[in-house]
């Protein structure tokens, strides 16, 4: 079935440093790729998307590219800030209504 | 202000004593969906509903209930509960289904099966 796998945190960054946080994927079709970020006892928010090969999201600084070709959506931001800090979340969906999401990675940047 | 509410927001119950976990939604989404949140599994979508009376089964059905006879409200149910189900659980709400469309999630219940 489909699935995704992002890389194992937590991460830790000073600020202003640069991120990146791997995702890659398995699914069949065409899927819809997503990053949601959850600040510390909050709902997950939408951060980006991409809906087809070679789509860039982007949003607040962070971005992620629908690589087909290696199956992976890696988020990256070129410069974070103390309050990036959150677990950030890879999801796709692929051609149905159901949602499949990754693990998790947590974020903490340090002053 | 729009929004999704759960509620309780936390819980701490017995196995085999039924409850119900409601969700509601001010924003006349279509599609509802629930996800329980567990260290090192991540989000796992349970239920979720492309609209009234339309539902259709997650990854992790297995011990829950849910029902959609009114728009805004899609509660989940659990009938008998066990300690496996101790979880933090998420509802979310979007206008339609995927991917076209953002969804919003509510604050969280947490629960605790003894």
């Known amino acids: 079935g489909d699935s995704v796998t992002q890389m194992e945190g937590p991460v830790t960054l000073s600020e202003e440093a640069f991120l990146t946080i791997n995702c890659t994927y398995t699914?069949?079709?065409?899927?819809?790729l997503f990053w949601y970020v959850q600040y510390p006892g909050e709902g997950l928010q939408l951060l980006l998307k991409?809906?087809?090969?070679?789509d860039k999201g982007s949003n607040k600084g962070f971005e992620a590219t629908y690589r087909k070709e290696t199956t992976s959506f890696h988020l990256e931001k070129g410069s974070v800030q103390v309050s990036d800090s959150a677990v950030y979340f890879c999801?796709?969906?692929?051609?149905?209504?159901?949602?499949?999401f990754g693990t998790g990675t947590r974020l903490k940047v340090l002053a | 202000e729009a929004q999704v509410t759960q509620n309780p927001r936390y819980l701490i119950t017995v196995t085999g004593k039924k409850l119900t976990v409601t969700c509601s939604q001010n924003?006349?989404?279509?599609?509802m969906s629930w996800y329980r949140q567990d260290p090192g599994l991540g989000l796992r979508q349970i239920y979720y509903?492309?609209?009234?009376?339309?539902?259709d089964k997650g990854d992790v059905p297995e011990g829950y209930k849910v029902s959609r006879k009114e728009k805004r409200n899609f509660p989940l149910i659990l009938e008998s509960p066990s300690p496996n189900q101790t979880s933090l659980y998420f509802c979310?709400?979007?206008?339609?289904?995927?991917?076209?469309?953002?969804?919003?999630f509510g604050p969280g219940t947490r629960l605790t099966v003894t």
């Open positions: 999801a796709l969906t692929s051609g149905t209504y159901k949602y499949i």
């Open positions: 979310a709400s979007s206008l339609g289904g995927p991917p076209s469309y953002e969804q919003y």
């Open positions: 699914a069949t079709g065409y899927p819809s």
């Open positions: 509903s492309m609209n009234v009376e339309v539902t």
């Open positions: 991409a809906t087809k090969a070679d």
């Open positions: 924003m006349n989404h279509e599609y």
